[in-house]
């Protein structure tokens, strides 16, 4: 019963049998390997264009990786007050960028509103040399309350943002999680939208460590500089197909589709199963793998008891995480404990 | 017969054995799982001392995080002129240090003479507002010919360097190759001199990505400050039992040892073979895993029509490199190639 | 009727008296110079304690120097939304702190509510590493709406912020227009409360570009990583005498007092005329030498009308500063106009 | 007999006048003033071409700006082993470059050697990914040795730096004591031989606190972020007009090259008399206003105890300085005291 994070979760089996796989004699090193080159032609495959990726190994990393070439390190970048990028990466965007601004917008449910957007894009100004001028905005698909955007709010944030010049990152650490939700294409969910750069994030969902920084774009003539920024940051990892076999495996036979299927799953039965009991209500929409619920102190202490692991969060909820190997027993057996 | 690069080689089959034996339910993240906690035990045992440890996959990211605890941005760090933070890091020291001085020393074989360290120490003050102050020196063990510093060579650089009050940083991606070159301890190449930080490297050396940088003594305070800026530089993986487990396995049973004796002895024999035909000489002397000659360009062409591979050195030397699964009929085809 | 900002205002006489009787002979370079040595002298008796002193010669540099020694690169400062060092300083504590990031808290009248404060301390943990500790709380005396903290409301803020380990800055470009509106003593502001640094600006009150930089208490330990952020970043002037002099003028005689209180009340007598009439409502409390005020369209447009410069605020107000230069006549002519 | 530096001279008194004169009722801020922009029209009709200038108030600030917008953080930026930018600036370069590498090159009087420039720029590549390539050539004019570059040597070094991608930078502390030696125009010194961006320091030939860091050609496209730099450095003055007033008097009239001309004739008596002497000799050919000698330890005991005061400098030679005020009378002094 341990739903602390995603990240706690093992690899999938397949995942190891890639890297054995890839452990046959020698091949080139910092990238130039044949596995690198094709998970690149998979990407550009599954997303139906021309395309620039970046292999890593966390997504912090990625993230701050791909808002290094986005923003100058005199501007700012425009994200919800509880991204993960603001919150929980220790700095690594205005390390990565050299100092750029995070500017937090509240919002329910980790969404940043429109008007809101719009609010700060008219109180900050582009050419005002006294202002650091917004120039980025991120979003996180799924976002921090584990809710998607729908396509018709990526609209209504990416339309303005790019009216006013900006370009858009997503952080995409549970990215397959919200694509199977909204059932759409990668294409529809990101580049055709007016996505710039993708931080699509495999280390969650059943690889090891693995993360793609993706450019669409006008966006890929900036990969050269994605790479000099990736090496500087000592990311460029010597045995590049280590990190290339990960995603390799997991975009085959869209095995990262399946294991996103399944952790949503595993998190809409815990989220129906809890939310049914007397004392126990959501404190966000569930979207994908992650459940944050308020509950009763002694519905608390009864999962605790039964040793089911989850994080209490700041805002007093409780958080779950599915990953892609929680089973339906460690689900049912969850929703026993906190029946009583 | 490649002898481009140890980082073109495979993993031994025991790390990737240990990879599939870590793959085994959930784990605490990002370092609090016990086989983290098992890597640092091996290792104090291996050193002789307590010690902090902190993991991370690649030997630039080593390098450039241990020196981020030991230089302000505004401070200097001393290191030969052709050392790997110095020329292939792409300025990942000066970024991680936000923007301290790496100020070169040349020297034959890549070494530091102790003359023009303390050239250098007596030239550069400590305490003038105007001039960034040397706090440390860095030293590779092998180095970038090749070569290892012996014990009193060691001595007679980290001495002033401590008397000058800096701290002593050693970039040992080819520690272990070094390590038994000399036939010391762990303890008496490092800290028992006066290192105070040393990046261990096992990437070049059989494992997938896997590198630990080491505190000893008072520089053990600095390990809270170390965490948050490696959580900060992104290499602070949510996964990060993958990485222990290389470790793991690497240092089990003298692997470690093991593997950098059989790349040593590849090297050695190399080195003897090529530099007994008539046209070739070497260019350093092969200390551990690194062959650097010059050799007549009809011998270099029958090599490179044989296929085997090694890079041209900006000095106009060519450098082949051994690892732990160089074998020795590799290394009897291109002494055969090379002799026509 | 130039009402733009107080620096569109010349330098006092006095000042410029000061800077010619400095320049005779020769004098040591960097801060050495005596005048120098005066000012620092005059700051500890003015604030009743041991201190030290640095001088630059913009409130940006200032505050951002001030910042550096206070906050790590990966670190929190918390500071008000509207502050000067968050939206008028093209990021400069950024860029001097190494990029540390700026948390903004939103407040009426440009004032952080002590709630907020302590919501957002309890929100973001000090020690945990994912997430940048916050270290400083900064404060503007004068806000950025012309508003001066009441003694209480320093102790509100000043106190939980202490209790969680921050230091305290004060952002004092209009400091002296707020001493003179408490009626207290400048140790009652600053140290006495637990001000850790103050950034002292004499630039908007009569000097030509002279800011001090003042630590007090165990702040004062830090002041040889002062100097050296200082020359770092260019702003220790070789002929620092010069900058020094225009201090030491300002503060002899209580010259800066009484031209502060000169400001202030050609702002009340501003804020009184304009908001006696129909169609003008003050938008923000007139505490020092700022009025805020709505105000309808045609009485703007007779202001512009007659030639009164003044700023639209991004609220949707109207900005008029009074300097020590501004005579009531100027004021009374506003009037006038805004009347009809 | 003050011959310590240039920098403690005090301004002349028409510059002062001219702050006096610019002391006259609201003037815009932020360099929108009047004063500022016949400074621009006096330096382009002076340099024969249009371009863009920059004010700030020290020689460590404007050599920092020029480099952030001449070299990323990911860069190298070539210069003489004792530049001013290497070894005096506390690191402001890497600071304001966000980490850029200053690569040193040894060579007599200060000067680089045209083979030594080359077979840097063959041993560090401009498109090798781990590498931090070569992107800027900084010269200084006189240099730290007090030697002028003669135009051939320029075009020696300007030539290959150019020819190898690099952009030019010359730092002119003592840039109108060098002009006036080699006797050409402002032009020929600078932008027809390659130079794109001049640091054309004042402050140490007559001025308070005054610096122009001009544009050349191409790089003036690169204005708009050199002001943001300088905001975001906080080295955009509020009340600029009083930086530009000094430059405003000093170009008057030609008074920098009166300045220059009378500062170098005092040194070249100078180094004329003490050379003429036993025991005294050149350390530098004196090309401009400041004197190196070897001399010895009796002769440099006459001069202390007859209170004239010089430096030591690191490689053993003593320095004198003179200024535009040094009076024949001192020089007559000191040579009569080293005589004894």
Same mark, same amino acid.
């Given at each position: 019963m341990n739903f602390l994070s995603d990240t706690t979760a093992p690899a999938h089996p397949l995942v190891l049998k890639a890297l054995a796989d890839a452990n046959d004699g020698f091949a080139p090193s910092y990238g130039a390997d044949p596995i690198t080159?094709?998970?690149r032609s998979r990407l550009a495959d599954l997303f139906e264009t021309d395309l620039e990726v970046l292999l890593t190994?966390?997504?912090?990393?990625?993230?701050?990786?791909?808002?290094? #070439?986005?923003?100058?390190?005199?501007e700012t970048i425009i994200c919800h007050d509880e991204a993960h990028i603001h919150r929980d990466e220790r700095g690594a965007p205005e390390f990565f960028t050299g100092g750029a601004k995070l500017l937090p917008i509240k919002g329910?449910?980790?969404? #940043?509103?429109?008007?809101d957007?719009?609010?700060?894009?008219?109180? *900050?100004?582009?050419?005002?040399?006294?202002?650091?001028?917004?120039?980025?905005l991120s979003l996180s698909q799924l976002n921090e309350s584990g809710c998607a955007y729908a396509l018709a709010e990526l609209d209504a944030l990416i339309g303005p943002a790019k009216a006013a010049g900006l370009a858009v990152h997503m952080d995409g650490a549970r990215f397959s999680n919200a694509l199977v939700r909204l059932g759409c294409s990668p294409a529809d969910m990101t580049w055709r939208r007016g996505v710039d750069v993708l931080c699509?994030?495999?280390?969650?969902?059943?690889?090891?460590?693995?993360?793609?920084?993706?450019?669409f774009g006008a966006a890929k003539a900036r990969f050269a500089r994605l790479q000099a920024r990736q090496k500087r940051a000592g990311h460029m990892l010597p045995k590049m197909r280590y990190v290339?076999?990960?995603?390799?495996? *997991?975009?085959?036979?869209?095995?990262?589709?399946?294991?996103?299927?399944?952790?949503?799953?595993?998190?809409?039965?815990?989220?129906?199963?809890?939310s049914a009991l007397d004392g126990v209500e959501l404190a966000q929409p569930c979207d994908g793998n992650e459940v944050f619920v308020r509950m009763d102190a002694d519905i608390a202490g009864r999962l605790q008891d039964a040793g089911a692991g989850f994080y209490a969060w700041p805002d007093g909820s409780a958080r779950f995480v599915a990953s892609w190997c929680t089973g339906i027993d460690d689900v049912e057996a969850a929703i026993a404990a906190a029946r009583g």
């Open positions: 080159a094709r998970v190994t966390s997504g912090t990393a990625a993230n701050a990786l791909a808002l290094s #070439i986005l923003s100058g390190p005199d329910a449910n980790a969404k #940043i509103a429109p008007a957007l719009k609010a700060v894009l008219a109180e *900050w100004p582009q050419d005002f040399v006294h202002t650091p001028p917004p120039r980025v699509l994030g495999a280390t969650k969902n059943g690889a090891m460590a693995a993360e793609a920084v993706i450019l290339a076999a990960q995603l390799d495996a *997991w975009l085959a036979g869209d095995m990262w589709l399946t294991l996103a299927r399944d952790a949503n799953a595993a998190a809409a039965a815990l989220a129906q199963g809890l």
